[in-house]
């Protein structure tokens, strides 16, 4: 599969989940202990946000605060929809050139920044999940591709503090000894 193809299955993935958020679960916990939902929503619009500007090839210090803050508005679902939409197409216009992006930690190329918006995309699509009460499984696919991708960076996240530490569970499937590599129990709850 191709990485245009897992960054929209990823996008599809976390679009579906935000939809099975309800009035009432905004507040709720999840499994990013800093985060409640709405603090998680916010911060996956924040990157898709992002990817149009890094895709085109702005720095950091061009964006400035722009997209700080709160980026939710009073529809969330909407916000994170369109957002979402408008990395989607930026990302199939701009990936196959394999531009410079100029991250926080230096510059990259454009594959494996969108790897890396994969990676998130899949895994706080599971985090939602888990926090409002959705189905939980993931595309078992592109589960896969991000575990082959993961496998290579999981001691450079770790170390700079990105991921929490391993918990110590039995992790039987694939999705699961993905979610356990991202630093999380894929037997979570909020109760």
Excluded: F
């Amino acid at each position: 599969m191709d990485l245009i193809e897992q960054h929209r299955l990823s996008l599809d993935q976390w679009r579906r989940t935000v939809e099975s958020v309800g009035p009432q679960d905004w507040h709720a916990p999840t499994p990013c202990s800093e985060w409640n939902v709405r603090d998680l929503v916010n911060h996956v619009v924040g990157e898709d946000r992002w990817t149009g500007p890094l895709m085109e090839g702005r720095t950091i210090a061009d964006v400035g605060d722009a997209l700080d803050g709160d980026l939710l508005g009073a529809d969330p679902k909407v916000s994170a929809r369109a957002a979402a939409d408008e990395a989607e197409t930026v990302v199939a216009e701009r990936l196959p050139a394999d531009p410079v992006v100029h991250l926080s930690y230096g510059d990259e190329k454009a594959a494996e920044y969108v790897a890396q918006l994969v990676a998130d995309h899949l895994i706080h699509s599971w985090d939602l999940a888990a926090a409002v009460g959705a189905g939980r499984e993931l595309d078992p696919g592109l589960v896969d591709e991000v575990a082959r991708w993961w496998a290579d960076r999981e001691h450079l996240y770790r170390s700079g503090g990105m991921v929490a530490d391993r918990p110590d569970v039995t992790a039987d499937s694939p999705q699961d000894r993905l979610l356990v590599a991202g630093g999380r129990d894929p037997s979570w709850s909020a109760g």
